[in-house]
C-alpha cells in the first residue's frame, strides 16, 4: 500500500516544507493500558517514519511540534520523562540523521530546557550543520504566541535603538524577526489524533498552509499516512486570494 501511494505522488508538486502537530500520544497509551510516556516512546517510531517519507520525496524542512510552552503545566513525571525521551532520542538517531544527511534544527525558548537537553540538542545541531538533505526542525517549548511576542519585543527594542521607524514595518521585516525566518512557509500542516484545531502553533507561518487532520493517533502515523497527507494537498487550489483563473 505504501508504495502504491507514493507512486501517485506528483513528484513535481511537493511541499518544500511540511509541518506536523504530532498529537494522540497519551490517548494512544491509554487505548493501551499504558502509562502516557509508553505513547511518546511509541511516537518516536513515527518521527523515523515521517522523517523517512519526508526524505524519500524530498522535503526539504520538516517542523514537528515536539513540546509547547503549555506542555510545562503537564505532570512533573510526564514532562521529566519527555525531556529524558528526547535526550535519549537525539544520542541514538544523531549518527543515522548524519549519515542521511539530515539537518537538525531547533526552535522555541531551548533556554527553558534542562541542561542535559540544551547541551545534546546543540552538539547535535552542530554535527549536521551542514547536511544538505531533510532539514529537520524541533519545535521545542514553543508556541506560536511566544514566537511573536518575542518578535514584537525584538522590534521594539531595535525601534528604540533608533535602527528601525513605524514605515520600516511590513510584512517582510516581521518575518525577518521570526524564528523561522530562513525557511519557507510551510504549505501543508498534518494535525493528527482527529483534533481539528491548530493549538498555537505557527500562527505567524501557517497564513495560507493547507490543512490536514487525520484521526490517526501519532504513535500509528506512518509513511503511508505521510504519503496520503501529500496527496490530498496535491488535489486542492491553492490560491492565495486570486480566483481559479488567474492562477491557471
Not at 85 to 96: A, G, Q, Y
Not at 114 to 129: H, M, V
Amino acid at each position: 500500500m505504501t508504495q502504491e501511494l507514493s507512486q501517485q505522488i506528483e513528484p513535481n508538486n511537493i511541499p518544500k516544507h511540511v509541518a506536523i502537530i504530532m498529537d494522540g500520544n497519551g490517548r494512544w497509551a491509554e487505548n493501551h493500558g499504558q502509562m502516557r510516556v509508553y505513547g511518546h516512546m511509541n511516537g518516536v517510531d513515527s518521527v523515523r517514519e515521517a522523517l523517512e517519507a519526508a526524505t524519500e520525496l524530498k522535503v526539504k524542512h520538516l517542523t514537528l511540534y515536539a513540546f509547547s510552552t503549555e506542555n510545562w503545566n503537564r505532570p512533573k513525571e510526564e514532562v521529566d520523562a519527555l525531556m529524558e525521551l528526547l535526550v535519549d532520542t537525539i544520542l541514538k538517531e544523531i549518527d543515522k540523521l548524519h549519515k542521511n544527511d539530515v539537518k537538525l534544527s531547533a526552535i522555541g525558548a531551548l533556554n527553558s530546557l534542562p541542561n542535559s537537553c540544551q547541551t545534546t540538542l546543540q552538539t547535535a545541531i552542530d554535527k549536521t550543520k551542514n547536511n544538505q538533505g531533510t532539514n529537520l526542525i524541533l519545535a521545542l517549548s514553543y508556541s506560536g504566541r511566544w514566537e511573536i511576542k518575542e518578535a514584537i519585543k525584538s522590534i521594539v527594542d531595535d525601534a528604540t535603538k533608533g535602527t528601525l521607524t513605524s514605515d520600516d514595518i511590513n510584512e517582510e521585516l516581521i518575518t525577518s524577526y521570526m524564528q523561522l525566518n530562513n525557511v519557507p512557509d510551510p504549505e501543508l500542516m498534518i494535525r493528527t489524533s482527529g483534533e481539528s484545531r491548530i493549538s498555537n502553533f505557527l500562527l505567524w507561518q501557517i497564513a495560507y498552509s493547507e490543512l490536514y487532520f487525520t484521526e490517526t493517533l501519532w504513535p500509528d502515523f506512518k509513511k503511508a499516512d505521510f504519503f496520503k497527507a501529500i496527496l490530498a494537498y496535491q488535489k486542492r487550489e491553492r490560491r492565495f486570494g486570486l480566483v481559479s483563473k488567474q492562477i491557471k
